[in-house]
């Protein structure tokens, strides 16, 4: 009975997760994006599934298919990942924001393809809404919050920034200029930071092992809550 639960440690939970880019319109033809794969995403999605969770993945724009058994919500748009993550947020136990969201978007979408007939083009932008800030700030007690920084410097600073402001019970960190914890890559080296000033700091490991230890840490501290 105890090794079951212990290899389910999300069973009845469920889990509410973004992962990938958000593409922003420019024009029929054109958009602003990032580099995000969703590997982090989707490997956090399989191994909460393994765990015994509900999953639901939020995603946009990505290459790699989605892990068996989860339910998968495409959207393009911040403003359509906002929305989606709004309709699944009331009956999620716990929210993480993997997702790459653009910060900003184009001002104006274009009907017709913009044409190149003048040496210089400025493009409006207008920043998008945030995503985790809004969970954070609607959020129950009894639901957990835990939001991602991929920085290139000042990496702890800015985490705990974002933890704090963004009113997260966790922040996973990592470092984009280290080799084997860039974007696109297959493994991460990350750290993970709480409310309470602790860290998890793991070594480079594959992002599915990453995705491993991040559930593991989220089982253990539901059920020290309970
Ligand atoms: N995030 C979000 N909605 C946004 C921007 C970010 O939900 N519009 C989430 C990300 O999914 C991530 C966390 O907030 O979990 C931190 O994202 P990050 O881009 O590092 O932080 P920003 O607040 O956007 O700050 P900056 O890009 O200026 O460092
Ligand atoms: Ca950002």
Do not use: C, W
Request: glycine share 6%; net charge neutral.
């Amino acid at each position: 009975y105890f090794a079951y639960e212990a290899s389910k440690p999300l069973a009845g939970k469920k889990l509410l997760i973004t992962a990938g880019p958000t593409v922003e319109p420019i024009d029929p033809v054109r958009y602003m994006s990032n580099h995000s794969s969703g590997k982090m995403g989707y490997a956090i999605a399989e191994q909460a599934k393994k765990a015994g969770a509900e999953v639901v993945l939020v995603s946009g724009p990505v290459t790699i298919p989605p892990p068996k058994g989860v339910k998968v919500i495409e959207v393009k748009q911040a403003t359509e990942m906002m929305d989606a993550v709004m309709n699944e947020l009331a009956t999620s136990d716990i929210i993480i924001k993997s997702a790459a969201v653009a910060d900003y978007r184009s001002k104006v979408v274009f009907d017709e393809k913009i044409k190149k007939n003048s040496e210089e083009l400025i493009l409006e932008l207008k920043k998008n809404p945030d995503i985790a800030a809004e969970v954070g700030r609607v959020k129950r007690p009894d639901q957990m919050l835990i939001g991602f920084a991929a920085e290139t410097e000042q990496v702890e600073q800015y985490a705990k920034g974002k933890l704090e402001r963004k009113n997260m019970d966790l922040i996973i960190a990592n470092d984009v200029t280290k080799p084997g914890a860039g974007f696109g890559t297959d493994t991460n080296i990350v750290t993970i930071y709480d409310r309470d000033g602790d860290k998890i700091e793991l070594p480079q490991l594959s992002k599915q092992e990453v995705a491993r230890h991040i559930v593991q840490v989220i089982g253990e501290r539901l059920h020290a809550r309970t």
